[in-house]
């Protein structure tokens, strides 16, 4: 009795490693029965990654159809060349002959192959290694997401005691941080972040005075742009689109720089030094935010007010002098220490979502960007509703 | 196997970053088969070597040879296809960290070959074993441990069959014992697959027990001071540098006779 079964990859396929060996001989795989209870394996051709191997599904067949089968032997004297593809096709053959309980005898093959194979099995898999890959209940993820936000709730609180109690230290004049690197984040934070913010508020300005310009001039009333637009910027619209321009320039800086820190160990450096990184990192930028962020809003308010009045004079014919008192009339000092105490809760809130979310970075490059993103995300969030209470606050107070 | 058939060819490559020097005049030849040891002491330039030799770093002068094929002279794609034939295990281990090991390793197998899946994940599982860790494909680069992912790294460098496999300090950050497994590893592969094999070190007992060729480079002469097989080296340098390092420093600065 003698049957043949032969499986040769297709052509077409075989082309896919365009530097490979001359890739004359397509592989090619005989079984026959040898005697009544050996199968033999003639292997043939090329058996590497640039042409696909033959499945094994067709000797698991035979294995089954015949009962008689005790081993498997090969040869493989027509074989051109191989590579690890014949490896991971043997191993499938020898788990096969394994579960089927024959003999896989690999005496007939290279010396080279035969000493992989034995490689590829001499250090078991470790058990309890593989990981379940069996999808959690829906149940369990909610939970595990509520016991998350609690966590993360109680380490932003911790984070943010732990800045509170850096920046005592600092008031004391006991906490160690060195001046360059305050005075680097002061340039970074300051002068570094000036043309982007002439550019926006100046802009936001403009863009103030247009909306208003096209409404207001319905009733004559062109004027009263000098007042919507100083009012809106000096008031609200600098500080906000500041605290916005800041969170995306450097909370984000922070949060990468710190995150980087973390993957390289340099934070667990200081710690271990006895350098506690809240005040050898955190506070310094925090406090070049916090000190930075008040002047950028009030720059920012200037140039939307500039903005305005481009409007102003270009379209609606105002001249300076009059957009200029008009301003002066509409905008009171309490306008303004309103806009600055936004602009100092934004530095704060700025600052601490992007050192938190760089100190608790994992230790990975996809951690360090998803550390930049949850910053900014964190920044305008907190910005948008501190926003909103300090209105509301303002509101209830008749400010 | 070891037909003395050149396999990589260096000819007076100088090194250079900007104006400064980093080596000059060094040419030497790998053999197919050599499991090649580029040594020195830390500063003198053994991994921007290795950087010239794969392809990251364009000399400043000289040539390097792959066969006949003058490598930086070649087309991009001819570059190319020469850095596909070629596996890197690089110092620390440099996986991608977003992906799972079964993901790094599956990469260059997805863009260069016609692979499916299921083939794929029996080559990954191969890998895997061959380096030891079998079970492991669905675990990050962060959550193992620094020996396994330079382990990892070595699953990932052979994944297309590379002809040549180049290891930036192999057994650095490994235990003894570690160490010397995956020096058996790489004489297993070149015995078995019959790779050519550089390896940038400065470990003197893998030196010994892997290499059968090697050249030594040296910080202040700025060029190569001798190679050929490590234990000829010991046995026959007269080179005081050489000797010193040779011997850990033990026969001190002084030119000294062989030992061994």
Redesign the interface.
């Known amino acids: 009795m003698l049957f043949k079964t032969s499986k040769a990859s297709a052509p077409e396929?075989n082309q896919?490693?365009?530097?490979s060996q001359v890739s004359s001989s397509p592989l090619h795989l005989d079984c026959e029965l040898h005697s009544p209870d050996t199968l033999l394996m003639r292997l043939a051709g090329n058996w590497?990654?640039?042409s696909?191997?033959p499945s094994v599904h067709d000797i698991e067949n035979q294995l089954r159809t015949n009962k008689q089968l005790k081993k498997i032997t090969f040869d493989a004297a027509g074989i051109d060349g191989w590579?690890?593809?014949l490896?991971?096709?043997l191993?499938?053959v020898l788990k096969l002959g394994e579960t089927a309980g024959i003999a896989v005898l690999t005496d007939g093959l290279p010396?080279?192959?035969q000493?992989?194979v034995r490689?590829?099995?001499?250090?078991?898999?470790?058990t309890g290694?593989?990981?379940d890959?069996m999808p959690e209940p829906l149940l369990a993820r909610i939970g595990a997401q509520a016991v998350n936000f609690s966590l993360g709730t109680r380490d932003m609180l911790a984070f943010i005691g732990d800045a509170f109690c850096a920046f005592c230290k600092f008031l004391t004049g006991a906490a160690r941080f060195q001046r360059s690197d305050f005075l680097s984040s002061i340039q970074s934070c300051g002068i570094e972040s000036l043309p982007i913010v002439s550019l926006i508020s100046l802009l936001v300005g403009l863009i103030l005075a247009f909306v208003g310009a096209v409404q207001l001039r319905m009733f004559g009333a062109q004027i009263y742009v000098a007042d919507l637009v100083g009012i809106a910027m000096v008031r609200v619209m600098g500080a906000i689109m500041t605290g916005i321009i800041m969170t995306g320039r450097m909370g984000a800086a922070f949060a990468a720089e710190l995150g980087t820190m973390q993957v390289n160990e340099e934070i667990d450096a200081l710690e271990t030094m006895g350098i506690s990184p809240m005040e050898f990192l955190v506070l310094p930028r925090m406090l070049a935010l916090t000190l930075m962020m008040p002047l950028l809003c009030l720059y920012a308010d200037l140039m939307g007010i500039l903005g305005g009045m481009i409007v102003g004079v270009g379209m609606l014919d105002l001249n300076v002098h009059e957009y200029f008192n008009q301003t002066r009339g509409a905008v009171t000092l309490t306008f303004m220490w309103i806009g600055l105490f936004h602009s100092i809760v934004f530095g704060v809130l700025v600052a601490l979502a992007g050192c938190l979310r760089g100190m608790q970075c994992?230790?990975?490059?996809?951690?360090v960007g998803n550390a930049t993103t949850s910053a900014v995300v964190t920044g305008i969030v907190s910005i948008i509703v501190a926003t909103a209470i300090i209105t509301v606050i303002c509101d209830v107070l008749g400010i | 196997m070891n037909n003395q058939e050149p396999h990589i060819i260096v000819q007076n490559l100088e090194m250079a970053y900007g104006s400064f020097v980093l080596q000059r005049n060094l040419t030497f030849t790998i053999n197919r088969g050599d499991i090649f040891i580029i040594m020195g002491g830390s500063g003198c330039g053994k991994s921007t070597l290795m950087r010239h030799l794969i392809g990251l770093k364009a000399p400043a002068r000289g040539k390097v040879f792959y066969g006949s094929l003058s490598f930086w002279d070649a087309p991009p794609e001819v570059r190319k296809q020469i850095m596909s034939r070629i596996g890197v295990l690089y110092q620390s281990g440099a996986l991608w960290s977003s992906m799972t090991l079964a993901e790094n390793i599956a990469l260059p197998l997805k863009e260069y070959t016609r692979l499916r899946p299921p083939e794929i994940k029996d080559l990954v599982s191969l890998k895997l074993s061959l380096v030891g860790l079998a079970g492991f494909e669905d675990y990050y680069p962060s959550e193992i441990s620094g020996g396994m992912r330079k382990r990892a790294g070595l699953a990932r460098a052979m994944a297309l069959d590379p002809d040549i496999l180049f290891f930036d300090e192999p057994s650095a950050g490994l235990d003894p014992i570690s160490a010397r497994l995956l020096d058996d590893l790489i004489l297993e592969l070149r015995d078995s697959l019959g790779s050519t094999i550089v390896v940038v070190t400065h470990e003197l007992a893998s030196i010994f027990a892997i290499g059968n060729n090697s050249v030594y480079l040296d910080a202040e002469a700025k060029t190569m001071l001798g190679g050929g097989h490590p234990k000829k080296l010991l046995a026959e340098s007269q080179n005081p540098k050489i000797r010193a390092f040779l011997t850990r420093g033990e026969e001190g600065l002084k030119p000294a006779h062989g030992k061994n």
């Open positions: 396929h896919a490693l365009s530097t590497t990654i640039a696909r191997p590579d690890s593809s490896i991971a096709f191993r499938n010396h080279g192959v000493r992989l490689l590829a099995a001499a250090v078991p898999e470790r290694a593989r990981k890959s994992g230790r990975s490059a996809s951690a």
